[in-house]
Each structure stands twice: as C-alpha cells, then as structure tokens.
C-alpha cells in the first residue's frame, strides 16, 4: 500500500522560505510521475510543481523561479523548496504520485494521495 505523508508547512513572512517534504512507503519513488499540489478552501486544487521518472519537471506559471521540485531516491522522499514566498501562496499542500513514469496535468490521473501540510504567508 502506498503511504504519502507531508511536512514542512508553517508560517512565515512574505518573503520567506519553507521546504515541504513528502516521505513515501510502499513504493519506489524513483520509479513514478510525483507531484506537489494546493487548494484554498472554495478553490479547485491545483498543480504546483511535478517531476517526472526521467527528471523533467514541470511548474506552473505563478511559481516559476521561486519553487523547485525534486526528489531523494536513496530516501525515497520529494522535496518542494519553495523561496521568495507571498501572501498567495497561502494553502494546503499535498504531495501525489500517478503510477506512470510520465506525469499528467489532470488531478483525476493521479494514484495517490497525502493528506496535505498547510502553509501560510503573512504580508
């Protein structure tokens, strides 16, 4: 069974910097599409950042140049560093996987979920 769990939200100033981390059991990481994902209550989830089995990322536009994903397969763990942080990036956030080396830009595709650490960015 393939287990996700986050940490390394918190609170912080516009400006700061926090780095999630999502540690996974049940599963090789290094062999699957892995995500990072948020949503604002009222609001859609949406995705972040992902990283693919070959290492090709992808960031949506708003994050571009401040967050950056990646992964430690030796502990079977992904990282999003996340620098330069504002006021709108204030959410939860979930770590997924999709069980194909290729990621997807719909939610729907993907396998597994962690149940999300929340961030928060004062002004």
């Known amino acids: 069974q393939v287990q996700l769990e986050e940490s390394g939200g918190g609170s912080v100033q516009s400006g700061g910097s926090l780095r999630l981390s999502c540690v996974v059991s049940?599963?090789?990481?290094?062999?699957?599409?892995w995500g990072w994902f948020r949503q604002t209550p009222g609001n859609e989830r949406e995705e972040v950042a992902s990283?693919?089995?070959?290492?090709?990322?992808y960031y949506t536009d708003s994050v571009k140049g401040r967050f950056t994903i990646s992964r430690d397969n030796a502990k079977n763990t992904m990282f999003l560093q996340m620098n330069s942080l504002k006021p709108e990036d204030t959410a939860m956030y979930y770590c997924?996987?999709?069980?194909?080396?290729?990621?997807?830009?719909?939610?729907?595709?993907?396998?597994?979920w962690g149940l999300g650490t929340q961030v928060t960015v004062s002004s």
């Open positions: 990283i693919e089995v070959i290492g090709r990322t």
């Open positions: 049940g599963s090789t990481i290094s062999r699957k599409c």
């Open positions: 997924a996987a999709r069980d194909y080396a290729m990621c997807s830009r719909s939610l729907a595709d993907y396998n597994y």
